[in-house]
């Protein structure tokens, strides 16, 4: 948390910087992704990493669309899908082969709820409520908490 903390005080003096010098130019999507790569590469770089991944959504300059994700390496990339932690090994692949560019806000939203169940059920250390966000060009909104239906039933079949 300590750690978090500290890239949040770094974004807002990145964004402080901009705002003071009045020059109408505001970091997008993409800048704040290239910055925390720097950022957690230098961390570790001196042997003290920020124990961290960061997921990056928003918008590029263009508008156009960008997810990526720095770790506490400061190894970073780009994807249409991440899925961090556990879900990294368990619900990534099924997710890249049912994502594409033309599925509605639904679609997407059961194919996360899908997910999440299957990573309830598979990690005895997990909670079945959870809360979904979503990045649009109009901001950022995020609902409110809710728990994936579970039928326990399946394992006695």
């Known amino acids: 948390m300590a750690d978090f903390d500290h ?26 992704y290239s910055y925390l790569t720097r950022v957690m590469y230098q961390r570790r770089s001196k042997i003290d990493p920020l124990w961290n991944q960061c997921l990056v959504a928003g918008f590029d300059g263009e508008g156009k669309p960008m997810l990526g994700l720095v770790d ?5 990339y780009k994807d249409k899908v991440i899925a961090t932690g556990y879900g990294a090994y ?3 692949g099924n997710m ?11 679609e997407a939203r059961a194919l996360l709820i899908k997910c999440l169940t299957v990573l309830y059920y598979r990690d005895a250390r997990a909670m079945n409520e959870v809360q979904i966000a979503t990045v649009t060009k109009e901001g950022i909104t995020i609902g409110d908490p ?6 326990w039933s399946i394992g006695t079949r």
């Open 146 to 151: 809710f728990k994936v239906e579970t039928d």
């Open 72 to 76: 506490l390496y400061g190894t970073a």
């Open 96 to 106: 890249r082969k049912v994502q594409s560019d033309s599925m509605t806000e639904e």
């Open 90 to 92: 368990i619900v990534q």
């Open 7 to 32: 890239i949040m005080k770094e974004l807002e003096k990145l964004t402080t910087k901009e705002f003071c010098l009045n020059d109408g130019i505001t970091s997008h999507a993409n800048e704040i």
